[in-house]
């Protein structure tokens, strides 16, 4: 290969692959032409509209797609939301000769990673291609072992995928009864590694006043949940579609408000806005996975009763361990199957400290088996990865690093058992009878 410089998911020269896809010729060759004297561009295809840009990714599998907006047959909006989903590896760079702030907000919307002004700067145009090229490392790294059947168990899905309205429905919803405790990082992670072909995943950040989903995935989206409170109970499947982002994996992720302000203002009209928004959209999706906040609340209270399973996070603190002890007897009070919760121990040491007790311990302690022992890493580890906007379990292609084989092991463990034949069958709507102290909220 030519070029310079190296990626940080290859030791070899780098040779970022290319597609261009543009109505006019001139425009293709042009790019073409200006791109070819990068030594580390190579331009392996380009295409006269949306549609047939697909096809020419699919195909190829380049590293960047730089596409115009508005072409015919198939707009670049269009098109962006098809590859960014069928082909996540994949960053897409939208141009326009348009710079209204709607067509930049409707191009986020379909997983594109930049807009770029026509006429384009070449200077600017090189940097975004390297800038979104090294944003992309952790996915070419994931794209790449699942082709491979690394770090994964094979699952057939030809089974259990479904088209849009009839799918599984899982809502896992990950709950601690603490600050800190890695919860967000859990989330994203368990909403990325659920990720399969066929299968269609939703991560909603439940945390309503200081949500962080956000910033984990480096997306930033005037559209939020704010948006979908007031169609709660007339919610239309493509007004959410548009709403929710696409992330660069081809995850869809609903925000948190941006504003606590605002959050306070939706809480108020509508205490369990999360919940109802599950209830019009669970039908579309095999997995929706929730980042809650820490408390009991009127929002979290709904989300938890009707989660087919909850992922409770602790950590091997006292004040962890004591939580979620409390947290176990509310669930049975509530009538809860234990079944129904996994147990993850978060930032967990082999040994036992002064101050700190061994897994086993706290397993014992619990009285419940734990699902899940995610060991203490360097927090350098999880700070790289928010910073790249790539969930923590797709950060690295040694998938036998912690905390990577670990957040693997718990997703393939509930895809697993979620998506079997006999868990399908029994994923039901509704919530337990027993009141207990959740009755306090029902309305």
């Known amino acids: 290969m030519s070029g310079a410089g190296k990626t940080p998911d290859s030791s070899a020269k780098r040779e970022i692959r290319i597609v261009l896809v543009d109505d006019i010729a001139e425009t293709r060759e042009a790019v073409k ?14 295409a006269s509209n949306g549609r047939e840009g697909i096809e020419i990714v699919k195909e190829l599998e380049p590293d960047i797609v730089i596409m115009d907006i508005n072409m015919p047959d198939m707009d670049g909006l269009e098109a962006a939301k098809r590859i960014t989903t069928a082909i996540y590896k994949t960053g897409v760079i939208m141009m326009s000769v348009q710079n209204d702030p709607d067509y930049i907000q409707k191009a986020m919307l379909a997983g594109a990673r930049f807009f770029l ?34 770090g994964r168990t094979p699952i057939d899905v ?57 910033a984990f995935l ?28 696409t992330h660069n994996s081809g995850l869809k992720v609903l925000l948190a408000p941006s504003n606590p302000n605002i959050a306070a203002e939706v809480r108020e009209r509508v205490p369990d806005v999360v919940a109802q928004i599950i209830r019009q959209v669970r039908d579309y999706y095999d997995f929706i996975v929730v980042d809650t906040s820490n408390t009991l609340d009127p929002n979290t209270i709904p989300l938890l009763e009707m989660a ?9 603190t006292l004040h962890g361990i004591k939580n979620a002890r409390l947290m176990l007897n509310v669930f049975d009070s509530a009538g809860y199957e234990q079944s129904k ?26 009285k419940r ?51 079997g034949i006999n868990a399908v069958s029994s994923i039901t709507e509704g919530t337990p009878k027993k009141s207990g102290f959740f009755g306090l909220f029902n309305s």
Request: proline fraction near 4%; glycine fraction near 8%.
């Open 117 to 150: 002004e026509k006429p384009v700067n070449m200077d600017k145009l090189y940097s975004t291609i390297r800038s979104v090229y090294e944003q992309y490392a952790g996915f070419r790294i994931q794209w790449e072992q699942a082709k491979q059947g690394i």
């Open 341 to 366: 919760t996994a147990i993850v121990l978060n930032k967990a040491v082999e040994k036992a400290t002064k101050v700190l007790p061994a897994p086993d311990k706290i397993a014992a302690y619990l």
């Open 158 to 214: 030809s089974e259990i995928s479904k088209t849009g309205g009839d799918r599984a429905g899982n809502v896992i919803v990950v709950f601690s009864g603490q600050g800190g405790s890695g919860k967000t990082t859990i989330a994203t992670s368990l909403a990325s590694g659920l990720m399969k072909e066929g299968i269609k995943s939703l991560l909603i950040d439940a945390s309503l006043e200081f949500g962080d989903c956000g």
């Open 33 to 46: 032409k200006i791109l070819g004297f990068e030594p580390d561009f190579k331009v392996v295809g380009t």
């Open 369 to 419: 088996p734990l699902s899940g022992v995610i060991p203490v890493v360097d927090e350098n580890i999880i700070l790289m990865a928010i910073n790249s906007g790539v969930p923590v379990i797709a950060s690295d292609r040694n998938t036998s690093r912690a905390p990577i084989a670990q957040l693997i092991k718990l997703s393939d463990q509930l895809f697993n058992e979620l998506m």
């Open 308 to 316: 087919t399973k909850i992922v409770l996070v602790t950590t091997p």
């Open 218 to 245: 480096n997306l930033k989206s005037q559209n939020t949940l704010v948006e979908i409170s007031s169609k709660v109970n007339d919610l239309d499947a493509e007004y959410f579609d548009n709403i929710v982002m």
